[in-house]
């Protein structure tokens, strides 16, 4: 969690119910509601005037000012707005209006970014408070892969959700091409699952396809064991633009992928487990958790790797 007041992003003082760093602190004593002037009352985070207001808010995110806290409560309120008869000692649920500005409930950190290897070991890690933003990924890979940095090497593959946008970021910033460029290292792929979505343009196809038939580095022949008999063969063998990871060669074999581009997805699902515990923790407690848990991942997968000869 982090400080309510805008683009802030400093720890809270108080991790119980506490909503503000130290620096806004005063806010605790101030009405909710951004645009007024006048003090809470002893009992609520509000003024006689958004009372109502805030009882309201109350109601349809929890007692304890958490987003995410009170999910019993919430899924209730869920329900009865989707159709489910309401019990008659239950209040009528009544929608919230997003544009209401207010201070009632404190931040949560928006994304943690980890780096990942193809095999799954994580590397390196960070917050971004607000927003997974072009320049916040484009400074984590700086920070990472450090250009300068003989004692740090670059991956030669790098695959991220919104790669496209990465490099646009990067040619903005004079980071892309030269001789310390990302581009004279890396090749910035998108993952498979981002790149099916993704729009279809020159920058895109030409350098962010992870199934890119004319670089052997990112595939490799294997027997084709797909369905010949069942009506949804073609289906099963590939066809379109997101199947050319696994079109079937004249000769009986298939085109696959030689690396997973998936496997910083498949950290998150072991993660999620811990979100909950993790949105109430402390900064350096929620640090060094999470220290412990990619530690963790990476020594239980470095025990069961096979040495290469």
Known sequence: QICSYDSCGLPLVNYRDGRFCQGHATYERRCG?????????????????????????????????????????????????????????????????????????????????????????????????????ENNIADFMGATWPAHNQHTTRPTYLAIDKGCKVMTTLNTRQELQGAHGWMATTNIKVDTWHYNGHGIDDLCTTWCNPNDQHDPNLIQLTPDTAPTHRANANAARGQGRRAQGRQTAVDGTRLQRAFNFEAAEHLNADLGKYSASMTKMKPENQDLFLCILLKEQADRIMASSVPVD
């Open 33 to 133: 509601i951004r645009e007024c002037p006048h003090d809470a009352l002893q009992d609520a985070p509000a003024c006689d005037n958004h009372l109502a207001l805030y009882r309201k808010f109350e109601l349809h995110f929890g007692r304890d000012r958490s987003l995410f806290a009170n999910r019993r409560q919430m899924r209730r309120m869920q329900a009865i707005q989707s159709g489910e008869q309401r019990m008659e000692w239950e209040p009528a649920p009544e929608p919230w209006d997003a544009a209401i500005h207010h201070y009632w409930q404190a931040k949560h950190v928006k994304v943690i970014e980890i780096a990942v290897t193809t095999c799954g070991v994580p590397i390196s890690h960070t917050k971004f408070p607000f927003d997974e933003g």
